[in-house]
């Protein structure tokens, strides 16, 4: 008691930001209840009835809720993937450059889409697929094929979001590995070159190994965010274009749509309920399984 | 960053080196060249746009579209104004209060320090979601189309609290403190003529950082924001576009509203929108990429 007296003025000093963290973590953790109830306005949040799990149940028996969850799900892990070997193999790349100022210039270059705001983007998409006078469409017609209307057709849509979140993403990525690996000893090279390794069997022995565990850490961070989406990429990006659902529509986005456009409030908080409780459930086991194979790399 | 290490007898030969040059120089112009593409279209002539449609070497070059951009669209000026305004005011506030956690918690004889590092911590692991948090804002702190709604949820960012918590714990020793302690500072002139001064580079990165996400953000304005002179820039871009693409989409509703057609953005102005939009950031982030970079990395390899 008389330690925390002493040091009252630090705890002072943590009260704004503690209450910022209340209002915006913690009541809404709290707030998750109103999945149990049915909401409306006349009795407000506090005096709606208690319903129990009937908002999950509508929740599961409709279709949308599996359409949602494979989206969800298998973007995520397309772009873990992808992201994941397009940043590595970027870094050792670039680490590989004899121009020092070259390969700042193009780390410069690559990292630059991620100053975008997903509205910026989708203008810069807009103007590749803009039907009428896009640039896609126009080369198209310049070589004889037919315009395509992007924005009706849901075959190509997974492949333009792959491409997007790549775009924008695999650059700051990289830069992580590449200072891992600046941060490895040179010794292990030298070594390396003595006993007659090239440069792909030093990738494959010395570098790789040596900035495994950032890819474990940041691979845990990702796991724990499957059941996430970037609400920005699958909503503004195919501009909300109802066409295009089946191939667009991920947990954040449906969330989003119901809770906004229907006000239907039970239904999306059970849909945003599942999703919290599913990744929290998934950074835990992904940690403990890091943990269990090599306990130096586990998060916490 | 990339530290300079003796590579004489073990660099890539000159055929790799240029491949890899090749490589990326490629890789660069697909990151630049999207850009550069809705840069080129927003000073084209109108002429060329309808002739050959969307193309890097258009045939007549017209300013028309900034001319008319913050001439008949009095509403860009003012979510402009609103942007940066949100932007100045959360970073500035976001850097002060998160340096005011990231402190106490890097001290190793603050008693409390584990207890508000794992209160901290556990907003990384779960969260209430979208919609609680939108019922919490909207009918418990009301709120609803007030630029707080907008400052508010980016102010603490757990992970750059332990970052800064990182960057406490490395540059500044505890016999500092300890000593500054006997020629009698208190707690606060410690913190803002020690700790402080001492520690402009994870500042200046989590500056960088706040102005970021402050600018780009345009989805806690989808939520809360309502009233049109409201609207921040990224926002009122967002609409634009999303109008345009649903009235092109609904014939039948265009040609009942001619008017609305007419008031429409035509393609040059809708991307100098993009351009104005994507602001001053692009032009001062090489300058901070050292900065930001480290600012990065020291929060990943810490975890």
Redesign the interface.
Known sequence: MLALWKYRVLTFMMFPALLIVVLNNYLPMFGVFIAFKNINYTDGIWGSPWIGFKNFEFLFSSQSIWRITRNTVLYSLTFMVINLVLSVGIAVAISELRGRLLAKGYQTLIIMPYFLSMVVVSYLVYAFLNPDRGFVNVLLETFGADRVFWYSETEYWPYILTLVNAWKGVGIGAVIYIAAIAGIDPEYYEAAVIDGASKWRQTIHITLPSIQPIIIIMTILSMGHVFNSDFGLFYQVPMDAGALYPVTDTVDTYVYRVLMELNDIGMSSAAALVQSVLGFILVLATNATVRKINREQALF | ???????R????GPV??AA??A???L??L???L??L??VI?SVSHNDS??N????FFPEKLSGIAYESLFKDYGTIVGAYGVSIGITVAGTLLSVL??A??A??IS?G????RSF?TF???F?M????????????FT???GLLDSYMALI??L??VPFN?FIMRTFFQTTIHPALIESSRIDGA???LI?FRIVLPLSLPVMATMALFGT?AY?????NS??FIRSEEKYPL??L??RV??DV?YLR?NVQLAAQNPEMMSQLPN?SL??A??VV??GP??LV??FF?KYF?KG??VG??K?
């Not at chain 2, 692991?125 to 609680?132: C, E, H, K, Y």
């Open positions: 960053m990339i530290k300079v290490r003796n590579k007898d073990n660099s890539i790799a080196n890899l040059n490589w990326f120089i890789l660069s697909a990151c630049v999207p850009i593409l809705v279209v746009l309808l050959r449609g969307y193309s209060l998160m005011l956690y402190y106490p001290r004889d603050y008693p409390l508000f209160v901290l911590f907003t692991l779960f969260s209430g979601g979208v919609v609680s948090k939108y019922i919490v009918q418990a702190i508010l949820p102010l603490i609290v208190g707690e606060w913190f970021i600018w780009n953000d345009w989805f989808l939520l990224q926002f871009m967002m576009l999303n693409q989409n393609e809708q991307m929108m993009a939009g994507i950031i692009l982030y090489p990429q970079v990065l990395t990943a390899i975890g």
